[in-house]
């Protein structure tokens, strides 16, 4: 077989996928009251498309939210204090 007859493939660059950003304190706290009672770190993450290991930086804003006060963790669910 002759090496120099065949073609090469082009090589391709794989993109890298969007990654959403991550959303406000506000965004965050305003789909809390919308969904109330059923809110968790999951359905936050679902409805912002936030996936993989830009869940960590969710976790931590929840995290500061709940020190601040702006909600509270009941059965590994979130509300707003006032919700309660």
Known sequence: MNQQN???PEKTKRKKPNRP???SREQV???IAD???ETGKREIA???GITGAARIPLKAMLKELAA?????S????LKRPSDI
């Open 6 to 8: 065949k073609a090469k």
């Open 21 to 23: 950003e991550l959303p």
């Open 29 to 31: 706290l305003a789909f």
């Open 35 to 37: 969904h109330p009672g």
């Open 46 to 48: 679902r409805h912002f």
């Open 68 to 72: 601040d006060g702006a909600i509270e």
């Open 74 to 77: 009941r059965h590994r669910r």
